[in-house]
C-alpha cells in the first residue's frame, strides 16, 4: 500500500468524525424556547423568597455569582442590574423575581412534574427540597428537617399548600434564625 | 515488551500520574485567591499581618500555615477621611449553632482569630454562625466561610473596575459588606477587652480588661481569647480572661 493510499485510509475515519460533530452543531431547534410550569409566584415573593435570602442566600452560599441557584437580597447578593449593596436598601421586586426563576430553574422538568401533580410525592425528589434535607449531597449541609416550619414553608409553596399555611410556616421559620 | 519500550511507558505515564496526584490536593478557587493576595506585611507575619485580608485562607490543611484557624477577621473603624483603622481591645462574640460561644479580643491591628486548638470540647464549630462585635450584630449569618474577609472583601482597583457601587473606602459592594467598622460609641465597657485606641481621638478610652496578653509588645490587645463551651459564654482561654 503506498504512503497516500494509507494515510487516506487512517484519515477518512477522522474526517468523518469532525465532519459529523460539526454538523451536529447545525442542527435546527437548539434555540427553541419552551416554558414550564413552576408554582405560583406571588407567594413564593411575599413568603418565601425572605426565608430563602436569610438562610441560603448569604455571601459565603447562594448569595455568589459563581454558584448555582443564584439567590440576591438585602444582606447578601445584590442584583446587577440595580445599584444597591450588600446591607443596605431592603431586597427589590426585581431581586425577588430573579429569586423565584432561579429556584424554578434548577430541574424545570422535575419542577413541572410537582406543578402538575399537587400533593403528590414529586415534591420529594426536587433536588432543591433533597439537597436542603440534607438527602443529596450539599456544601452546606443538612438545612430542613422534613415537616419542620422551614420545610413547611418551601415545601409547602412547591407543593401548592394555601398561602396562609405557607405564609405561617415561613414566620415561624423566620423566627427562629438567629 | 523491551526495556526501552517499558522506559518510554513509564516516561508517558509519570506526568499522568504527577498530575493526578496533582488534582487531588490542588483546589484552583482557594489558590486563585491565594495569589491575589497582597504582599506581605514589610514586618513579615505575625498575628498583626495582613489586617482584613481571609486569614483562613491561608491558616488551614489545605495551605497549612500555621496556627490553623477557625475563625479569623479584622473589625476596623473609618477615620474622618475615609481610610480605615483597625479597631484593637473589642471582643468579637461568636456564636454556632450547636449553642457554643467563642469569643477572641482583637489587636493592634484590629485582627481577631480563633484557633481550632482553641475549640474546646468540639471539634469545630456548627454552622451556621452568628456575629457580635461590640454592641452590634451581624445581620446576616455565616453560612461557611471561616474568613470574614471572605465577604467583607476590602475595595482595591480590580473590585472598583468591575464594579461601579463598590465603595472605595470600604468595599460594599453588590457582593461584598464591605469592611467590618464599628464606631466606639458602639463598644460598651463589658465588650472591651484592652486598651481601646480611638484614631480620631474623639472618644474611646480606658482598659477594661484584666490579662489580655499582649502577643507581641505593641500595645493594644492580645492576640486571641477563646473559650468554647456548649451554650456557655466564656472569655477565658489561652490569652487571659475577661
Known sequence: ?178 | MRATEISRALRLALPVVVASLWGCTHDPVIAERIEKLPAEDAAGASAFHRAGQPCVDCHNTYEGASPELAVGGTIFSQNPDLTLKGVSGVFVTIFDSAGATSKACTNAAGNFYITKADLQGVADFAFPLTVQVGSRFMSSLVGRERSCAGCHVLANEERIAEDPSVDKATGQGRSSAGAILISFDEIPESERCGPLVDPTGSGGGGASGTGVGGASGTGAGGATVASTTAATTGAGGSGGGQ
Not at chain 1, 46 to 63: F, I, N, Q, Y
Not at chain 1, 100 to 126: D, I, R
Not at chain 1, 147 to 175: H, I, M, N, P, Y
Request: hydrophobic letters at 35%; one cysteine or more.
Open chain 1, 1 to 178: 500500500m503506498s504512503g497516500t493510499s494509507k494515510f487516506v485510509k487512517v484519515a477518512s475515519p477522522l474526517v468523518l468524525l469532525v465532519l459529523g460533530v460539526a454538523s451536529s452543531g447545525c442542527q435546527d431547534g437548539l434555540t427553541e424556547t419552551r416554558t414550564f410550569a413552576c408554582p405560583p409566584r406571588a407567594p413564593f415573593e411575599a413568603h418565601v423568597s425572605e426565608l430563602m435570602e436569610r438562610r441560603c442566600g448569604t455571601l459565603d452560599c447562594h448569595g455568589s455569582d459563581f454558584r448555582p441557584l443564584r439567590i440576591y437580597g438585602e444582606d447578601g447578593l445584590r442584583s446587577p442590574r440595580e445599584n444597591n449593596r450588600t446591607a443596605g436598601a431592603p431586597t427589590t421586586a426585581t431581586e425577588r423575581a430573579d429569586n423565584y426563576f432561579s429556584l424554578c430553574a434548577v430541574e424545570p422538568e422535575q419542577m413541572e412534574k410537582v406543578v402538575s401533580n399537587p400533593g403528590g410525592s414529586a415534591v420529594n425528589t426536587l433536588l432543591l427540597v433533597r439537597k436542603a434535607r440534607g438527602q443529596e449531597g450539599h456544601k452546606g449541609g443538612k438545612v430542613f428537617n422534613p415537616f419542620d416550619d422551614a420545610d413547611r414553608c418551601v415545601v409547602g409553596w412547591l407543593r401548592g399548600d394555601t398561602e396562609k399555611s405557607v405564609a405561617e410556616a415561613c414566620q415561624a421559620a423566620l423566627a427562629k434564625l438567629p
